[in-house]
């Protein structure tokens, strides 16, 4: 992939990890496929199998009649039976062989248990009471979760023995079940069998078929959310978004089984819609259709539908009990207890489950005898008694009621939580039931009481509270056998009941009573001794006498039947009733519940109650009497707005790894698109553009041109409402026609709506926004597009951390949480103030805590909640809160008699709010957020605050804004002009959008809507009014959602009102933020006062919005620069003045409007300046930030402009200091300074603040969120240290979705991981910047994807081109495509090297040059030979030639990652042939890949290698290329480009790798499917020329061979194809020039060049007519500055380089020197030429060289021999005298030589130094004496072309390694200089001395005993020796 290391990305960390985690991940997008086997089991589809919301019959004899598929009123199929044998037994409870099988009569005799059986007990309706025995084959029951029981039955019966019954119904005729329906084993296989301490046979748990019965073996907290504040969508899909009540529902027919009576129209009982407010008959919208329906439900059909229920089928044989199972395990998501009267907490079927709890709405006939509620119950206890039903011996026989139901709420609630606790961790499973009991009923009831005795007067009860309680008693008890198997994970399993109970049923009471009687009677106990019916009627019979009135709660305990007991608990307390029956009404109910009280004017009386109030009569009175005094005295205050500031800061890069096996090929991607989803609010919507539209991502990723328009930025965010789908559609069309495009997918706010589709398709009436996120992100279409990342944006990431999730933990990024040591995440002047530092600000020793609650407002709600029990609490809530605030605002305006009536609280924020625009010279004001979560209800408050202002003629004061999700922000004309104004805003249409755009204003923003949807608030924010969010929200995400709304960042400099900061639970340890990354990183820079000053004129800024604006690439200098700076100024704010500059009161960026914000793009051009300092390193983008002001109208800040920074545009600067005093004042200053004050209700108040032994804040340890439930009670807590991602694994662990969640169905979808491998989850605290990460993400991902896409190539100008040889001869057909030979041979050779790379080579000349060599360019220090050649960046093309790193469904199979190879399977052959030269036979071997052994020959039947086949000269063929390549490589495993596939255009084509022996297995690794020809171990040290050398003689060998082969076969010699190509391993792509000639020989022609394969070019070359006539056939180095002149002619005669095509017949005895290092194809080269062979370059075509920084030449390295000291030696080191002490190097001794003359030449031949028309003779051998000195090769080879010496005087005279040819008599041809100098290099000293004796040297040069030399070699190393003497 283009560059992969080589060019490193800029900056280290952020794009670091991005690249390599990007590159290495996305692995695969193959799925697993689905188990052949799935269907066998009994297992959830993804589908919902039905919906049902009835209750459930009470008792069993009924329910096992009822069918999951008939209609309900249908009478059941009579079932046939088989009429049984003649003569057998059939009385009951004995099997037809006589046996007794009754567990009573066998419960101490010894059974008989085949190994894979089970005993299990048998229910048969005729005996009721009995439980019949059998034995079953485990297979075939379900495990844990009601999951993978095989269809079918295998069974044996115990009384007789008889063994292997295959059928069910076979097996229920013998044991004499007598059923009148179709036997079902999931019907009447009821309970394991287990047996006790004292070895008895006993009733174990129940078998949970599926979750038919929520107390069968439960896994989850089943209905019991996590607490009395149960899940908001706890009635399931059904409720969970709708808007309508949606009883009618059909219970859908079974999805396995054919119905077994007609579709089934009627509604079951599903009530589940209805308020919980009693047991079923208030809410007269709803009371009407119940009755209705009961009337047609005489008995319901059980709802235990299966996905797979029909009739058993054959038995499947042979599938062993581990089979795998598709999924591996849903939780039945057991709804209630079948209990009568749970509306929606009785489902049972998992697919749909409503599993929340719910109130009863529906009485049901159950067994027990009846209590009626007495009528006037509510208004005597003013509360709804909440009745939670507990223990039951009977299983649920709780008593029936009758009479005044819509006064007492009924739950499932504390039964499924003692269900839950009952279970145990399924570590303990293997060692034995009976090792470890779970906590026996007895105790859980009376920790029970102990817990409720502790609660103080204004606590509420919290289920997870109590489970904790019981997990810790549990675990206290066992404590020696859970050390033992500690290590196990836990997951739940019921064990059998405890034999010994350490409580007993008779003490129980008496226990409870003790423990209940020190506690004031909060807590009364009543025993019963018959039934729980006689405790509930003597409840209530306390309750309507007052004997009650201090009990909080009641505890009824019935210990009667059979040393059991049943019991229940009744919440009496009017707060704690009131707040847990409004805790069970869904989001949907609770919204109607209050509509409904609206409408009907039950608060009406409300109204009236405050009228009474006020002393003076009617406080409407009181204003319109003020309003008629004090008309015409109106001030209207100016106000002023700023904008809050964002801040960007990327902690941890996302690092999308996932762990797949086929890669989604990042290289194949040319460029990123995106679509941002975000929930429908237009407030977000508008927010989202406008950081869109300032990022400047779209012209970053080429979407958009200079000028955008407001409509293209709309392209690319998708508001998820009812139109959203035809938006969506086409990006998916565009996805699909954009295949090399990536395209990211981010969903934003992404915890919002994870209901599942299935649930919207059943309720396709109800709002149809409902399960859109599930419809549209989940579609197959984006699941498996290759070319979609699908990204979830959100701060509450919980509820996509469950075991079903879609992402894997590898593919989370999460913020680096503020809460660590953060301040190397943030600029050094700006922190981030979240929920951890409100938490930390309320611990003693701080001055003003910041989170609040309001002791006397709460004090009123509760008087006002007895006094009208009938109103919801939020109705009573919002008219107090509201009259509160009418109250301060009269007592603030005059009426001072007022004060009394509203709380210290409003007060102060009513008076800021008014006289802060007083106190600030701009006329800056605060805002104050009022949550008021239901809609009714805030439009309410906003029409009875807008008359309270307009009678106080406060209008022009402060403005009330009414924020709903759906509708846009309206704001009055008089503030919109002062908006206008302050933020110089022109634009006449120019309208306020988003939140941040009302900075400084001074306002009341009434924000509704159940859930806040992303919006980000300004930092004029100064009270953050939640007191009347509902207390419902108490699940973690609701909770810190709605807290998020003021999390800040603040101004470190200036003292906070609090102190340290909390380290909180999410300090991130593992991923402290990536922010060594100057440019790349998302930056935070919140700067203030004097260090700002430092920096720039204008300080950067962004609004902090959870969206974090402008993400860093916003070039617009944004800025607020939040008047808390000139606090610490000494020169004040220079106000209104000031155009926008982030002033104290200036106007900040983000507020201005989008007319404004395209003027400043126009004025500044696109956003090409970013300044994107990281957090860490805040000071060090200077230069950037001072590029990046925003444009003319930019003024300085204060501090920067009162130190005459000079760039202030603000004409008036008022003297320094006279604002001084009310800079102080501003409330922009203040907000810059502290965050906002948060006021809470007081329960969730104490919640927030209370932590538990850990320190851990308790708010964490609630249930996640709505959506999820807990899998087991027997979780461990939370800890306060777990980092990010150690949350998210605990959930991961800990938490399964909801039915309704989109994930449910998840794990069935046959992945065996379940992860998509696309998935990435971003999760960071609220409001701290995160849609500016995302933004970053989009850039840097596409500046990686161009990054992969491009490649570094050399891009140099040909050398030495001036001095080129002016021949009469030029090649002058320009447009011939291939060489004229007869033309050609007549071209001169040219000696002189042009290629850019040997620049600092020494210049070869010939006769005809009499050069100036000053006139080439000053050369390269030697050392920086690599560093400083140019490069240009390229774009690859299709077809370039790629490294190790690219991968792609292409080249998969040429990779060697193909199904049909296995990865590695190859051959080792050796091939021998002797050399002569070398003296001895070269072994050579041959690794040859099963799929290429096609290309070699091999002998039969031995299978030795015998030749590489080669194709003819004649063949024609288009279809490959006919000459093999070698590619001689070393260090480059991973970096060289041998993936030729592309290059080739898939062509066939024959590839070798020359590489050394010892790199062998590291090429083989990552070159699975390549055939490599290994060098002998003695070249492991040797350099290019010794693998040059032997490719060419192995390929002449293997030409003789097949020579001999093919002539067999009647092949001429002549016609086998001698060519070979040798070709570097950095040639990437390969040009051809096009040119338009105006004429045959015409001066005049253009040309171009364009990319093509090289399968093009080499067939263009191999087609060449008389191409055998050429010995080297080359191309040019490609080079943009390559001029006409270049490609004039098409062909030149002269040197070829990088890739050539060698004729290895025509070459046979001309060798490449197999000692070089350097320059050996210059020498080779000359040698060709020399031995009169020609040849040819194409000029028309030119190869690009990939610069690649590691291996190659450059792995040698020079060092000493002895010391391990990596000492640098110089060259000059490189040689010494002989027997020398001189240090010994470990380097090959011509690699020293080489060295040592490129650098130290002129040591030997002084006289030639800059002495170009003097040259350096060099007989045979071209060596680099360095680009001073030139040479001159001659050949002493006889009929040799040599160059005419004649003319030339030499300077010296170079003798290398010289043979026989050479001789005295040749030498004498030549003249040297006097003084000229001679070198004679020989291998030992003493051929030294022979060779100056054969060539009579001395007779013409003179020698000195010093003047001998070697390499500094050590003897072993053989090294070279010379001799140099100076001619006489």
Partial sequence: MGNSYAGQLKTTRFEEVLHSSIEASLRSNSLVPRPVFSQLYLEA?????????????????????????????????????????????????????????????????????????????????????????????????????????????????????????????????????????????????????????????????????????????????????????????????????????????????????????????????????????????????????????????????????????????????????????????????????????????????????????????????????????????????????????????????????????????????????????????????????????????????LLTVYYLVQLAADQVPLMEDLEQIFLRSWRESHLTEIRQYQQAPPQPFPPAPSAVAPVTSAQLPWLAGLAASSCNDSVHIIECTYSLAEGLSEMFRLLIEGKLAKTNYVVIICACRNAAIDSCIAVTGKYQARILSESLLTPAEYQKEVNYELVTGKVDSLGAFFSTLCPEGDIDILLDKFHQENQGHISSSLTASVTKSASLDVGGAPACTSECTQSLDLGSFEKVDFLICIPPSEVTYQQTLFHVWHSGVLLELGLDKEHMTKQRVEQYVLKLDAEAQTKFKSFLQNSFQNPHTLFVLIHDHAHWDLVSSAVHNLYSQSDPSVGLVDRLLNCREVKEAPNIVTLHVTSFPYALQTQHTLVSPYNEIHWPASYSNGADLYPENKKYFGLSEFIESTLSGHSLPLLRYDSSFEAMVTALGKRFPRLHSAVIRTFVLVQHYAAAMMAVSGLSQMKNYTSVETLEITQNLINSPKQCPCGHGLMVLLRVPCSPLAAVAYERLAHVRARLALEQHFEIILGNPSSGITVGKHFVKQLKMWQKIEDAEWRPQTYLELEGLPCILIFSGMDPHGESLPRSLRYCDLRLINSSCLVRTALEQELGLAAYFVSNEVPLEKGPRNEGLESDAEKPSSTDNEDEELCVCFETGST????????????????????????????????????????????????????PCGPSEEGRGPGDKQRLRASQGPPAVISRHSPGLAPQPDSSLKTSQRSVQVSVTSSSQLSSSGSSSSPMVPAAGTLVLQATQCSVTKACQQPPVVFLPKLVYDMVTSTDSSGLPKAASLLPSHSVMWASSFRPLLSKTMTSTEQSLYYRQWTVPRPSHMDYGNRAEGRVDGFHPRRLLLSGPPQIGKTGAYLQFLSILSRMLIRLTEVDVYDEEEININLREESDWHYLQLSDPWPDLELFKKLPFDYIIHDPKYEDASLVCSHHQSIKREDRGPSRKPDDLYVRRQTARMRLSKYAAYNTYHHCEHCHQYMGFHPRYQLYESTLHAFAFSYSMLGEEIQLHFIIPKSKEHHFVFSQPGGQLESMRLPLVTDKSHEYIKSPTFTPTTGRHEHGLFN??????????????????????????????????????????????????????????????????????????????????????????????????????????????????????????????????????????????????????????????????????????????????LCDDVDFNLRVHSAGLLLCRFNRFSVMKKQIAVGGHRSFHITSKVSDNPVAIVPAQYI?????????????????????????????????????????????????????????????????????????????????????????????????????????????????????????????????????????????????????????
């Fill in 1776 to 1928: 010494c005298a002989p027997d020398s002490k001189h240090t010994f190097l470990a380097a090959p001794a011509q690699l020293l030589l080489e060295k040592f003359l490129q650098h130290h030449s002129h040591r030997f031949f002084p006289l030639s130094l800059k002495n170009h028309g003097h040259p350096v003779l060099l007989v045979d051998c071209y060596l680099n004496l360095g680009s001073q000195i030139s040479v001159c090769y001659v050949s002493s080879r006889p009929h040799s072309l040599n160059i005419s010496c004649s003319d030339f005087m030499f300077s010296g005279l170079l003798l290398y390694l010289c043979d026989s040819f050479v001789g005295a008599s040749f030498l004498k041809k030549f003249h040297f200089l006097k003084g000229a100098t001679l070198c004679v290099i020989c291998q030992d000293r003493n051929s030294l001395r022979q060779t100056v004796v054969r060539l009579e040297l001395e007779d013409q040069w003179q020698f000195r005993l010093r003047d001998e030399f070697q390499t500094a070699n050590a003897k072993e190393d053989r090294p070279l020796f010379f001799l140099t003497g100076r001619h006489i």
């Fill in 1540 to 1717: 030729l596939y592309h290059a080739m255009d898939g062509a066939s084509h024959l590839h070798v790798l020359v590489v050394k022996e010892y790199e062998m297995p590291i090429y083989k690794k990552y070159w699975p499917n390549h055939i490599m020809l290994v060098l002998p171990s003695i070249f492991n040290s040797a350099g290019v020329g010794a693998a040059h050398f032997l490719i060419k003689e192995l390929s002449y060998h293997n030409l003789e061979l097949e020579r001999n082969r093919q002539e067999e076969l009647g092949i001429k010699p002549q016609d086998i194809w001698p060519f070979i190509v040798i070709s570097d391993d950095s040639c990437v792509m390969w040009n051809v020039v096009d040119i338009d000639g105006g004429g045959e020989r015409s001066r005049e022609f253009s040309w171009s060049e364009r990319n093509v394969s090289l399968k093009y070019i080499m067939q263009h070359i191999e087609a060449a007519p008389n191409i055998t006539h050429y010995a080297l056939i080359g191309m040019r180095k490609w080079s943009s500055k390559t001029g006409s002149r270049e490609v004039r002619a098409p062909f030149s005669r002269c040197h070829v380089h990088d890739f050539i095509v060698l004729n290895v017949d025509l070459t046979q005895n001309v060798q490449y020197n197999q000692n070089r290092f």
């Fill in 45 to 445: 589809e993804q589908q919902l199998s039905a919906l049902e919301g009835g209750s459930r019959v009470d008792n069993e004899e009924e329910e096992e009649e009822g069918e999951g598929g008939l209609e309900p009123t249908c009478p059941p199929n009579p079932y046939q039976m088989h009429p049984p044998p003649e003569g057998c037994c059939t009385t009951d409870g004995f099997c037809q062989a006589g046996k007794d099988l009754r567990l009573v009569s066998i419960s101490n005799e010894p059974v008989e248990v085949p190994a894979g059986f089970l005993l299990v007990g048998a229910k048969s309706p005729s005996l009721p009471d009995h439980l019949l025995v059998c034995a079953v084959d485990k297979r075939f029951l379900p495990d844990d979760n009601g999951h993978n029981a095989l269809l079918g039955f295998s069974g044996n019966c115990v009384g007789c023995g008889k063994k292997g019954f295959c059928y069910f119904t076979e097996f229920s005729n013998h044991i004499n079940l007598k059923l009148t329906t179709q036997p079902k084993k999931q019907k009447h296989l009821k309970y394991y069998l287990v047996r006790n301490a004292q070895g008895a046979l006993t009733k174990g748990p129940l078998i949970c078929w599926r979750g038919s019965e929520f107390r069968g073996r439960p896994t989850t907290a089943g209905p019991c959310s996590s607490s009395l504040f149960p899940p908001l969508d706890s009635s399931g899909p059904l409720a969970a978004f709708s808007s309508e009540p949606t009883p009618g529902t059909n219970a859908s027919i079974p999805l396995g089984a054919p119905p077994a009576g007609p579709a089934c129209d009627h509604p079951s009982l599903a009530a589940a819609t209805s308020p919980a407010v009693s047991n079923g008959q208030d809410s007269p919208k709803r009371q009407q259709l119940v009755k209705n329906k009961l009337a047609a439900v005489p008995r319901p059909a059980a709802l235990g539908i299966f996905s797979n229920s029909g009739p058993p089928k054959k038995r499947h044989k042979g599938w062993s009990p581990e089979s795998p199972s598709a999924a591996d395990g849903g939780y039945p998501q057991g709804g209630g207890n079948r209990a009568k009267y749970e509306s929606s907490g009785l489902s049972c079927v998992p697919q749909v489950g409503l599993v929340g709890p719910a109130s009863v709405t529906l009485p049901v006939v159950a067994s027990g005898e009846p209590v009626s509620v007495p009528d006037n119950l509510l208004k005597i206890c003013k509360a709804k008694p909440v009745i939670f039903k507990g223990k039951s011996s009977s299983h649920g026989n709780f008593p029936y009621l009758c009479g005044n139901l819509n006064d007492v709420v009924v739950s499932p609630l504390l039964y499924a939580c003692y269900q839950n606790s009952q279970s145990i961790s399924r570590a303990y499973e293997q060692y034995g039931a009976s090792a470890i009991q779970p906590i026996s009923e007895e105790m859980q009831l």
């Fill in 1092 to 1143: 700002s000053e430092k920096r720039s004129p204008v300080k950067r800024e962004r609004p902090r919005s959870r969206d974090s604006a402008s993400s860093c690439r916003s070039s617009k200098a944004s800025s607020s620069a939040l008047c808390g700076e000139t606090s610490a100024q000494p020169g004040g704010p220079l106000q209104g003045e000031q155009t926008r500059s982030p002033q």
